[in-house]
C-alpha cells in the first residue's frame, strides 16, 4: 500500500468520524459531558489535514498527524488519540510504501503506546473496548490484502463498540452513574468503530 492509498484511507476514516458527530454527542450526553462528537470532529480534522500533506514518507504523515492532534485543546480523548497516532508512527517506514506486515506491526505498536496511557481493558467501557478487538484482528489477519485486514478490523471495532452496551462505565464522568450506562453504548468506543470503518473504505 502507498503513501497515497495510505492517507485516503485515514481521511475516509476521519470523514466518516466527523458524520458521525451528531451520534457521538447523544450519546456522550446521556452520561458524560456532550462534547464528544465536537472533540472527535477536531481530532478528526486536524488528521485529515495532517496526512494531506504531500512532505515525507509514510512515518512523517503520521508524525505529522501525532503533532496535529496534540496542538488541540479537548477532553481526555486528545491526550489518548495522540498517545495512539505516536504509536503508529514509531514503527512507521520512512518510505512511501508498508505492506500487511508492515501494517501489523505499527497497529501492534500503537496499542502498546495507548495501552500504557489507558489502562483500560475490554469490558471497562471506554474507546478500548473498540480498538483492542481491531488491533487483535490486525495481528491476526493471515492474508496479504490491506484491505481484507482492514475490513476484519472495521468488523472487529464495530462489534466491541455494540459490545460495550453491556458493561458498566468504569471511566471518566460515566463511571458514577454505574449500572445506569448498561444498554447505552460508550461514545468513545463508537468514534474508533466509526474510525475503522473509514479505514475500510478505499
Request: hydrophobic share 45%.
Amino acid at each position: 500500500m502507498t503513501k497515497e492509498e495510505f492517507s485516503l484511507r485515514i481521511k475516509n476514516a476521519c470523514a466518516c468520524v466527523i458524520g458521525a458527530e451528531a451520534e457521538l454527542t447523544e450519546i456522550d450526553s446521556r452520561f458524560g459531558d456532550a462534547d464528544h462528537g465536537l472533540t472527535m470532529t477536531k481530532i478528526a480534522r486536524a488528521i485529515s489535514a495532517a496526512v494531506d500533506q504531500p512532505e515525507g514518507g509514510i512515518q512523517a504523515m503520521l508524525e505529522g498527524a501525532a503533532a496535529a492532534v496534540m496542538s488541540l485543546n479537548g477532553g481526555s480523548a486528545v491526550p489518548l488519540w495522540n498517545s495512539w497516532l505516536d504509536g503508529l508512527q514509531e514503527e512507521a517506514p520512512q518510505g512511501e510504501e508498508i505492506d500487511t506486515a508492515g501494517l501489523q506491526r505499527i497497529f501492534a505498536r500503537a496499542l502498546e503506546e495507548i495501552d500504557d496511557m489507558s489502562g483500560a481493558k475490554v469490558g471497562d467501557k471506554t474507546m478500548m473496548d473498540a480498538l483492542i478487538p481491531a488491533s487483535q484482528a490486525i495481528a491476526a489477519c493471515s492474508g496479504s490484502s490491506e484491505a481484507q485486514l482492514f475490513a476484519a478490523a472495521a468488523q472487529a471495532a464495530e462489534q466491541g463498540a455494540e459490545d460495550s452496551r453491556q458493561f458498566v462505565s468504569k471511566f471518566g464522568r460515566a463511571k458514577s452513574y454505574g449500572e445506569k450506562t448498561i444498554g447505552t453504548p460508550d461514545a468513545g468506543a463508537v468514534s474508533m468503530a466509526r474510525f475503522f470503518q473509514g479505514l475500510a473504505q478505499l
